[in-house]
T-cell receptor
Framework: EPEVTQTPSHQVTQMGQEVILRCVPI?????FYWYRQILGQKVEFLVS????????KSEIFDDQFSVERPDGSNFTLKIRSTKLEDSAMYFC???????????????FGPGTRLTVL | RKEVEQDPGPFNVPEGATVAFNCTYS??????FFWYRQDCRKEPKLLMS???SGNEDGRFTAQLNRASQYISLLIRDSKLSDSATYLC?????????FGAGTTVTVRA
């Protein structure tokens, strides 16, 4: 069964450093997403991406964050200057469809646990 | 008002029991509805989509009441492997909004 993969599984960084989290979405999916989950809290939407553009983003996704699809398979989330409060599990997800009501189920990768010291 | 509100539980039930719980959502224009399950410190996994007419997938039955903005999940014949946190999820445009989850523990 095809699945979303993410690397690394755990990233430790110093405050102020840049990090890049990597994801390989399911191969025939066209829509890509990043979510995060702070320990003990609910899953929160960060951004959606389609056709090499951001289609929607949340208030959390400020200028410190960016996303890119550098090639035909990878989808990355960059945090330019990490803060302590960026410590969370970051999940990548993908779906076949986007806004439409069919084939719009989002499938999640196993996550990258980011720890900012 | 929170976008998606769930009873946090925990629901502690014996194997074979039926357990049901629900959630409410605030945006009446929400388009799609799902139940995901999340095991401790793992990714959310899609359990089922929820349709207006109600739908069933094996031992799991989901209902949607658009007028009351209410979604429910019922698990019949609970198994030990059903122990997890169940996430009520509502979709608007591209974004999924998650509830905080309902914890279910099935005991032998």
């Amino acid at each position: 069964e095809p699945e979303v993969t993410q690397t690394p599984s755990h990233q430790v960084t110093q405050m102020g450093q840049e990090v890049i989290l990597r994801c390989v979405p399911i191969s025939n999916h066209l829509y890509f997403y990043w979510y995060r989950q702070i320990l003990g809290q609910k899953v929160e939407f960060l951004v959606s991406f389609y056709n090499n553009e951001i289609s929607e983003k949340s208030e959390i996704f400020d200028d410190q964050f960016s996303v890119e699809r550098p090639d035909g398979s990878n989808f990355t989330l960059k945090i330019r200057s990490t803060k302590l409060e960026d410590s969370a599990m970051y999940f990548c997800a993908s779906s076949e469809g986007g806004q439409v009501r069919v084939r719009n189920e989002q499938f999640f990768g196993p996550g990258t646990r980011l720890t900012v010291l | 008002r929170k976008e998606v509100e769930q009873d946090p539980g925990p629901f502690n039930v014996p194997e074979g029991a039926t357990v049901a719980f629900n959630c409410t959502y605030s945006n009446s224009a929400s388009q799609s509805f799902f139940w995901y399950r999340q095991d401790c410190r793992k990714e959310p996994k899609l359990l089922m989509s929820v349709y207006s007419s109600g739908n069933e997938d094996g031992r799991f039955t989901a209902q949607l009441n658009r007028a009351s903005q209410y979604i429910s999940l019922l698990i019949r014949d609970s198994k030990l492997s059903d122990s997890a946190t169940y996430l009520c999820v509502v979709k608007n445009d591209y974004k999924l909004s998650f509830g905080a989850g309902t914890t279910v523990t099935v005991r032998a």
